[in-house]
């Protein structure tokens, strides 16, 4: 019986129910698939046909820690899906510049390193933007992301710049749509399925998180949509399992706010459909199918 290693986190240590549902599909095809906490001790990954990466929410809090576990996986050959280089590349924010650079539509994003913190009054009033979005390079789940109405305002919060000390960081066009529009998940698996997911976010915020209020639909995303998100998975599928293209609508332009590689929600407690799909797309990837 071949055995996949379901990577996760402490908090997610039994998995979500629906990956709990992943593991018993798999059992039914005679595949054994456990949960491995990635922080804690536990058999050797090498005693895995494959790892899969799921639920390692959090590991923006650790980052270091991961990068050498997923540098590990590299040096040792380990089947990792997705790959540790896309996962690498995946966990700074970054990988969106090469996006930007091939031509994709991309938010407006300015790329910054700690040396530009105290000249981004200037940078800022450069852009021509009115209102800005900041996140670290490194973050996950709105992590130390704020809204920025007033730069020079902003500049003087002492316990924000604190938290930018030392670090890259983003410094992005606010698209107002997300508010009423909402923000579009695109899911796409390497067997060809694929879905959407609408997020929208509590009246009078921009987060669209469950934790902050958000609400999630199962909604098919207009044609245009769906289009521009695969042209941008296109640029990654031929070496993944999975992956989610995040994004908003405006001006009939969806641009993309993220592409998740490492440990995407696939809200397949809204969308239950996709779990075939998805455990056909795994066990194709543990056969070596492509």
């Known amino acids: 019986m071949k055995s996949i290693g379901i990577i996760t986190s402490k908090e997610q240590a039994e998995l979500l129910e629906y990956d709990r549902d992943i593991v018993k599909l798999l059992s039914q095809k005679n595949i054994n698939a456990e949960p491995i906490v990635w922080e804690e001790p536990h058999k050797p990954w090498e005693s895995f046909d494959m790892l899969l990466m799921r639920t390692a929410w959090g590991y923006h809090l650790k980052h270091e820690d991961f990068r050498k576990l997923l540098e590990y996986f590299a040096e040792n050959n380990l089947k990792v899906w997705n790959p540790t280089s896309i996962m690498l590349e995946n966990m700074h924010k970054f990988y969106l510049k090469t996006l930007m650079e091939a031509g994709f539509d991309v938010i407006p994003t300015m790329f910054l390193e700690p040396n530009d ?135 009939n332009i969806f641009y993309v706010m993220e592409v998740e590689m490492i440990e995407p929600d696939l809200y397949m407690n809204i969308v239950p459909e996709a779990k075939e799909p998805f455990v056909d797309a795994i066990v194709q990837k543990l056969n070596g199918i492509h």
């Not at 800005?132 to 710049?161: H, M, Q, R, W």
């Not at 579009?184 to 959407?196: A, E, L, V």
């Not at 669209?208 to 941008?232: L, M, N, R």
Request: hydrophobic share 35%; aromatic share 18%; charged share 25%.
């Open 117 to 251: 913190f105290k000249n981004i009054e200037d940078i800022a009033e450069n852009t021509g933007w009115e209102k800005f979005v900041i996140k670290p390079a490194i973050s996950a789940s709105a992590f130390d992301t704020y809204i920025i109405n007033d730069i020079n305002s902003f500049c003087k919060d002492g316990e924000i710049l604190e938290r930018f000390t030392g670090k890259q960081f983003l410094l992005q066009k606010y698209i107002p749509e997300i508010e009423t529009e909402g923000e579009w998940s695109i899911f796409f698996f390497s067997n060809s399925y694929k879905y959407s997911i609408l997020k929208v976010p509590q009246k009078g915020d921009y987060r669209v998180q469950i934790e902050y209020g958000g609400k999630y639909y199962s909604e098919h995303a207009p044609d245009f949509v769906f289009e521009s998100a695969k042209i941008i998975a296109d640029f990654y599928m031929d070496n993944c399992l999975y992956l989610r293209v995040d994004g908003v609508v405006s001006n």
